[in-house]
């Protein structure tokens, strides 16, 4: 069981807009940034979003983070074939300790 | 550009310790903007975090695991290594090693596939 709460499961068509929540505590996310990860089948995990909202060189602008309050949420606009994945959110907590939830599946119809 | 690759056995028998080690290439562990760190994920679940190291040596460790994880750090190999001990089946994961900082994962290794089996 997760400390950091994700639906685990997503769909979507392509083009459409989806979005993936993840709900913690005031002692994880409610106090540190979020970060989000893709994993494609059979590949290690890819850094998505960092500090909330922030994309790291070379991911398309499709892909949208924000945080409020104990909460955040991963959006993808103009969905395509090849963003099915799992994904994953992840926060510090107030020890110090990496946090990450349990992941969502995305399907991409 | 920076790559990380692990290595280690695939299988470790019931109650033996588990050694990993990953070699940091094309750029230096010594860095003083980045932690590295150790990620498994058990076959069909989520990614766990294992735990993490400055270049100094000082870490920090998933409280689940404290008591049977020590990870350690030599800047000499460009190296940092993962000892699990008293494994169990249900330490069977792939285990991944990657760079942070803040704690965004953003450089990871492939991954080493690890069964504890007899």
């Known amino acids: 069981q997760s400390v950091l709460t994700q639906p685990p499961s997503a769909s979507g068509t392509p083009g459409q807009r989806v979005t993936i929540s993840c709900s913690g505590s005031s002692s994880n996310i409610g106090s540190n940034t979020v970060n989000w990860y893709q994993q494609l089948p059979g590949t290690a995990p890819k850094l998505l979003i960092y500090?909330?909202?922030q994309r790291p060189s070379g991911v398309p602008d499709r892909f949208s983070g924000s945080k409020s309050g104990t909460s955040a949420s991963l959006a993808i606009s103009g969905l395509q074939s090849e963003d099915e994945a799992d994904y994953y959110c992840a926060a510090w907590d107030d020890s110090l300790n990496v946090l990450f939830g349990g992941g969502t599946k995305l399907t991409v119809l | 550009q920076l790559q990380l690759q692990e290595s280690g056995p695939g299988l470790v028998k019931p109650s033996e310790t588990l050694s990993l080690t990953c070699t940091v290439s094309g750029g230096s562990i010594s860095s003083s903007s980045y932690y590295w760190g150790w990620i498994r994920q058990p076959p069909g679940k989520g990614l766990e975090w294992i735990g993490s190291i400055y270049y100094s040596g000082s870490t920090y460790y998933n409280p689940s695991l404290k008591s049977r994880v020590t990870i350690s750090v030599d800047t000499s190999k460009n190296q940092f290594s993962l000892k699990l001990s008293s494994v169990t089946a249900a330490d069977t994961a792939v285990y991944y090693c990657?760079?942070?900082?803040?704690?965004?994962?953003?450089?990871w290794g492939q991954g080493t596939m690890v069964t504890v089996s007899s």
């Open positions: 990657a760079r942070h900082r803040d704690g965004a994962f953003d450089i």
């Open positions: 500090s909330n909202n």
